[in-house]
């Protein structure tokens, strides 16, 4: 079984004036949750981790749009490895567009978007998820997957809720297990917003963060 990194349902997080955030956001955030050194720490652990899916080529699947953060970091830890590693992996990139939300309400209607998914045929694939909730729409991906027949498909979640809606699906690597709390920033969105709260600095960074969302505009 998959374990993440586990964030209590009592975890109130930082106070956000101690954190670099951009004006216009100032008011609609709530707290910091999670800093970004620490995702960065935990996706370079997740980079070594997934060394267990061989020395075979692996086809790294994107889920657009809320995953490229998190997959260009994933990414930059993977290469550092091939580079400095006693093995290297041949590496590709494919990406995919999953829609089942309108702001931050599930849709009964998931649609897939992206590569043309036969290429994938005989190959091993990682899917990059950034939040895995429900695991519904990440199963009809998974089914679409299936239907091609590649080698292999593991799956990488940043992030995880804890929720009584879940099924029980977990994927095979996990950054943080969280509470059911709604969290932007790191490129997590609410209606396409907040997917820039992933500035970082040598001295203050940003983050995943609990949110309070303006009804007003």
């Known amino acids: 079984m998959a374990f993440g990194l586990q ?97 931050d309400t599930p849709t009964e209607e998931i649609s897939i978007v992206g590569e043309e998914l036969s290429t994938l045929n005989g190959k091993n694939v990682l899917v990059v998820e950034d939040i895995i909730k429900t695991g519904r729409t990440m199963k009809a991906l998974l089914s679409k997957l299936k239907d091609n027949e590649p080698k292999m498909v593991k799956v990488v979640s940043l992030l995880i809720k804890r929720t009584y809606l879940s099924p029980g699906y977990r994927p095979d690597y996990i950054g943080f297990e969280i509470p059911d709390k709604f969290v932007v920033g790191y490129a997590l969105d609410y209606n396409e917003y907040f997917r820039d709260l992933n500035v970082s600095t040598q001295k203050c960074a940003l983050t995943v963060m609990y949110m309070s969302v303006r009804t007003d505009n």
């Open 7 to 103: 964030i209590k349902d009592e975890e109130s997080g930082y106070n956000k004036n101690l954190f670099c955030i951009p004006k216009h956001y100032e008011e609609d955030l709530e707290r910091v949750f999670i800093p970004h050194g620490l995702i960065l720490d935990r996706t370079e652990r997740l980079a070594r981790d997934m060394q267990d899916m061989g020395n075979h080529h692996i086809v790294v699947l994107c889920v657009l749009k809320g995953g490229y953060k998190f997959f260009a970091d994933l990414l930059d830890h993977i290469k550092a490895l091939n580079q400095n590693g006693d093995k290297s992996v041949p590496i590709t990139v494919d990406f995919v567009r999953i829609k089942s939300y309108c702001k």
